[in-house]
């Protein structure tokens, strides 16, 4: 099983630079996700561990092996792309196939790989048909199938998933990490959808104009995210600006705007800081009424907006002093509980806040995703 090991690599286009100076290293077997938005450098990313571009800057090494200058084919590396690259002239199960025979397999073990391939990803039964005749979720899955039977020990994947409906989405993304696992794989898959990174990854990398942001296991870029970019990529956040009031051994106490305190338990602050507070959407309660035990951190407001989101529903709160914050509620608390218009209070546990300094560019500029 290979490593892969990207060493102050950068990588530009003319004026663009996709990737700049970025160190990484995927273990062997590792099943790695890329998250970032548009123009992030994730593709770049794969395209360089690929060996289809080179970088300007740095070394790229599989099995601490240089391969700055080593060709595409030499990697021992299958790379879905966005785009399929199928052979047109060649069936569902010989474009399949073609990867198996050129390593020098027997026909007959070829079109067995193959036809497994083909039936993880729901194709059997257009073995016979040619890339043209396929819509263009099959033509994802028939690329997603090649790749699997080409018996390459790195696979690199971009947005693999992405044409399929929701179902087969959901079905498919346990089976590729299952495959990569069984098959002992080391694995890049760049994907834009959050639950898919969380779902599948051993790691997560977050990428942000070429630069990464954060990486760590799904359950570390979700509960410490590093940055205010992070923890607005990945899940639901609210965000409120304020400056440190007053600091205690326990914790601090954050002025936001009007004249709202919320204490959080974090002392190592300074008083006049200026601050940016975040808290999680689920971790944001909202009460009918004051209770004893709710004494701090119980803000006043309206609920002026409700969207389903399936097992939940989002709720969106005017707060008194002029800031809004989204509330999800599971579904079965949430049905009938709560109606726009209504006068309730936004709750958050001092515990549940993450605090980071205030941006250069203000909180709207560090956020922006393109």
Known sequence: MPTIKLVNVTKKYGNITAIKNLSLTIEDGEYLCILGPTGSGKTTLLKLVAGIVKPDKGEIYIDDKLVNNMPAYERNVAYLPQYYALFPHLTVLENVAFGPLSKGLSVEEARRISMQMLEMTRLAWRANSFPHELSGGMQQRLALARALASGAKILLLDEPLGALDARLRVELRYKLRKLAKENNLTTIHVTHDQEEAMIVADRIVVLRNGEIQQVGSPLEVYNDPKNIF?????????????????????????????????????????????????????????????????????FPGTIVNTSFLGDFISYTISLDNGDKANSKVPLAKAIGKFKVGERVY?????????????????????????
């Open 230 to 298: 992070v923890a607005h990529f990945i899940g639901g956040a609210n965000f409120f600006e304020g400056f440190v009031a007053d600091v205690d051994r326990y914790g601090s106490w954050i002025q936001l705007r009007n004249n709202f305190l919320l204490r959080i338990n974090d002392p190592n602050r300074s008083v006049g800081e200026r601050v940016i507070v975040m808290v999680r959407e689920e971790k944001s309660k909202i009460l009918k009424a004051k209770k004893k035990r709710e004494e701090i951190n119980v």
């Open 346 to 370: 936004l709750y958050i546990e001092p515990e549940d806040v993450k605090v980071y300094p205030y941006p250069p560019h203000g909180l709207y500029k560090e956020i922006e995703v393109i």
